[in-house]
Structures are given as C-alpha cells and as structure tokens.
C-alpha cells in the first residue's frame, strides 16, 4: 500500500504541475483563443503519467526482491508472505502458471525480455518466435496512437506541418530501436540472481517517457505562419479592379476632352515634344546603346535589321493597351 500511495502522490504531484504549466502557458498566450492543440496535449500528457506512475508492468522478482535464479518454490513462498495466504490457500491461476513456466532458466530470460504479463497471459505460446509475436502487438499499438497524436500536433491548421516527418521519423527510429534491442540483447544473470537488467521494464519506462516529451517538444517547436485565405482578398482584388476600370473609361473620355481645349492641347502637344527630344538625346548616346545591350535591353535594330529586346517588349506592351482601350466597355 505505501507503493500505490507513493505513485498516487507522484502522479497528482506531476499532475498539478503540468496543470499549472498549461494555465500560465495559456494566459500568455490568451489573445489567441482557446487552443484546442494545448487541450490535446494537456490530455495526453495526464494519461501518459497515468500509465508511467499508475500502471507500470508487473514485476514478481522486483516487487518481492528475490533473485531471478530463485526456485520456483521459494518464490511461492515469497508470494505467500508478501500477501499474508496461509500455506493452504491456493495461489491465483495466473501466478500458478507464471511459476510453473519459470521453472526453466530459458523462460526466466524470456522474461527478462518480454516481461511478466506476455510470460503470464499467452497460454499457448512455447518458443521465442512465438512469445515475440505475442507483444508485438501491445507495444506497435502505443507506437501508432503516438503517431496519431503526433499527427494532429502537426496538421495545417497548426503551423507545424514541416516538423511532422522529423518527429515521426524520431518515433519510427524508437521503435526500430527498441525492436532491435529487445530482440538482440544479451541477457545476463550474476550468480547470486539480483542486480539483473529488465529489458522489457526499462525500455517501457523508455518508451513512456519518449510518449511525454516527444510531443511536448513538438508543440514547443516553432510554427510556420498560416497562408492568408484567398477568399479574404477578393472583396479588396474587386475594388481595385473597378477602380482601375474607371480610370481607363475615364482615360479614353478625357483624351478627346484635351484635343477640344487649345491650351490642353498645346501643353500636350508640348509634352509629347520634350518626351520625343529627350528619348532621341537618349538613344542616340553610344554609352546608352553599349550599356543597354550589356543589359539584354537593346533597343537598336542588329546588323540583319531586327529590332532589340526592348523595341520588341515595348511595341508588344503597346499593342497590349491599345486593345484594352479599343475593346467595348461591358
């Protein structure tokens, strides 16, 4: 009872803190609404430390501190004293089946491997392949709800699609990792039985804790800005387009209100005059000429009497306009 009261403490400590961390976190943040990727995460958060403080895997040689090359009798014993049976009462089924199957050395490094609740719960199974086959699903499952998780911290809408393949790129590789590792390693046990390396516990408490921080930093990560919506620039596209209709009909009407009036007319004509004059001064320098065929923009006909590059774009811009005012309004 002082175990399950210490993780209760644990829990409700941590728990209070990633509270307090989310409500100060909000309040900085609270111009921006409510955000339900913070709500997410704060839900995840509290059920990963649910399982890390409240539902670690069973562990018999742990819980009772007895040596993994006990017999499986002492062990019994050690069961017994531990919950207060008297020697008659029959142990639960489960435990009854687990200390038959760690009366051999190859199903106690199973154990070591797979933990005590695979050992315990798959009945049927008898060799290596097939007790790895059997928690192979429970721990893909937990990978791929993490990935969904991942998945939903890095959706459009939060700014964080470009982190997604790097965060799940870190949760394949943890997988592959852990795969690898609880397959491979080698599992060694000292002469008096204490001090053994769990695998399965350990990296649980591995895969647990990369469950909490992963998407932690994840959200932390700094997000993109959000692509204005198109539809928010319409109703502004709209009006400078009838803005800049105005202007051309209003254009091709004040043309022939100029030519009406002498002294409009005359200060056109005058203008047109000193643009044409300035334009001839221009092309007609050699520095002009050489400077703007080092640029791509020549605008003298070539020894085969094409025009330059910016005759050709000028002339082309020209006919653009004169269609524009040409065409029929409506």
């Not at 670690?56 to 019994?76: C, D």
């Not at 029959?90 to 190859?106: M, Y």
């Not at 539809?231 to 091709?252: H, Y």
Request: charged letters at 20%; one cysteine or more; aromatic letters at 10%.
């Amino acid at each position: 009872m002082v175990i399950i009261s210490t993780s209760i403490t644990a829990y409700l400590s941590a728990s209070v803190l990633i509270l307090a961390a989310t409500i100060y976190h909000a309040r900085k943040h609270q111009d921006s609404g409510i955000d339900i990727f913070l709500v997410l995460l704060l839900l995840h958060t509290l059920y990963i430390l649910y399982f890390l403080f409240l539902c670690r895997p069973p562990n018999i040689f742990w819980s009772l501190h007895v040596p993994l090359n006990a017999a499986p009798e002492y062990v019994r014993t050690a069961i017994r004293r531990h919950v207060r049976l008297d020697s008659d009462t029959p142990l639960p089924r489960v435990l009854e089946t687990l200390l038959s199957r760690i009366s051999s050395l190859e199903m106690r490094m199973l154990y070591v491997r797979f933990g005590q609740d695979v050992l315990q719960d798959c009945e049927h199974c008898r060799t290596f392949d097939e007790f790895a086959l059997f928690a192979l699903p429970g721990a893909l499952l937990e990978y791929i709800r993490e990935a969904a998780v991942l998945g939903l911290l890095t959706v459009h809408q939060s700014g964080r699609t470009r982190w997604r393949t790097y965060v799940l790129g870190a949760l394949v590789c943890a997988a592959i990792l852990e795969g690898y590792q609880i397959i491979t390693a080698t599992v060694k046990i000292p002469e008096n039985g204490m001090g053994v390396f769990m695998w399965h516990d350990y990296f649980w408490a591995i895969r647990q804790s990369l469950f909490l921080v992963l998407p932690i930093i994840t959200y932390l990560l700094p997000p993109s800005a959000l692509p204005e919506d198109p539809s928010s620039t319409i109703a502004a596209t709209q009006a400078v387009l009838q803005d800049t209709m105005m202007r051309v009909i209003s254009l091709r009407v004040s043309r022939s209100a100029v030519m009406r009036d002498p002294a409009l007319r005359a200060a056109a004509g005058e203008w047109w005059d000193r643009g044409r004059t300035e334009g001839e001064w221009a092309r007609g320098d050699e520095n002009v000429r050489r400077l703007a065929g080092k640029l791509n923009k020549s605008f003298v006909r070539d020894e085969q009497g094409r025009m330059g590059k910016l005759q050709v774009k000028a002339r082309e811009f020209a006919e653009q306009v004169w269609m524009a005012l040409t065409a029929p309004v409506g």
